[in-house]
């Protein structure tokens, strides 16, 4: 069975910073290509970033409104995968998932970390 | 960027009736490869969202086959055919085609 945990989530003040964690199991986290997307408080789905496999390249892209303040990484020794983010504005606040929506096996959502960026 | 609309932003239906969501992408979403990239997800309240749909029109494993997706190009449209309660959530279309991946606003299924 597929599961993605993400943990990690806190209250941050503005400027600040912080790293959420996803544990993947149930398929091969070496092959996939994994995505962060977010959700604030009674919005819709926002995109975030999403990094490729090691074979493809671990190569990363990232939406306008995160780019340059936040980082996807993985290490696939620990089937686990991580967003440093740094500088957090109060628009960050939001409901933060990772989730399998390109490639294979697609689809899948972890349950969500929430970050309140407040001061 | 591609832009995904959605319509209508919310939609009641009678249990047993049809239903219809519309998607608008503003490119198309025919892949060279010949896969369309378009998915659609359910997100319950107080969950996270679950895939319904993939690549237009594959419904993903254990989702009920009252559920379809169809369309192509930048047309796309996800039916129910006999509407039940559980079906109540914020519907969404995505694109995959490119990056930045972007979604539709969500359209909000009540029951009658």
């Known amino acids: 069975e597929v599961q993605l945990v993400e943990s990690g989530g806190d209250l941050v003040k503005p400027g600040g910073s912080l790293r959420l964690s996803c544990a993947a199991s149930g398929f091969t986290f070496i092959n996939a290509w994994m995505s962060w997307v977010r959700q604030a408080p009674g919005k819709g789905l926002e995109w975030i970033g999403r990094i490729k496999s090691k074979t493809d390249g671990e190569t990363t892209d990232y939406a306008a409104p995160v780019k340059g303040r936040f980082t996807i990484s993985r290490d696939d020794s620990k089937n686990t995968l991580y967003l440093q983010m740094n500088s957090l504005k109060i628009e960050d606040t939001a409901v933060y998932y990772c989730?399998?929506?390109?490639?294979?096996?697609?689809?899948?959502w972890g349950q969500g970390t929430l970050v309140t960026v407040s001061s | 960027d591609i832009v995904m609309t959605q319509s209508p932003l919310s939609l009641t239906v009678t249990p047993g009736e049809p239903a219809s969501i519309s998607c608008r992408s503003s490119?198309?979403?025919?892949?060279?490869?010949?896969?369309?990239?378009l998915d659609w997800y359910l997100q319950k309240p107080g969950q996270s969202p679950q895939i319904l749909i993939s690549l237009g029109s594959n419904r993903a494993s254990g989702v009920p086959d009252r559920f379809s997706g169809s369309g192509s190009g930048t047309d796309f449209t996800l039916k129910i055919s006999r509407v039940e309660a559980e079906d109540v959530g914020i519907y969404y279309c995505m694109q995959a085609l490119q990056t930045p991946i972007t979604f539709g606003q969500g359209t909000r299924l009540e029951i009658k």
């Open positions: 490119q198309n979403l025919l892949h060279s490869n010949g896969y369309k990239y």
């Open positions: 989730s399998t929506i390109l490639g294979l096996p697609r689809g899948y």
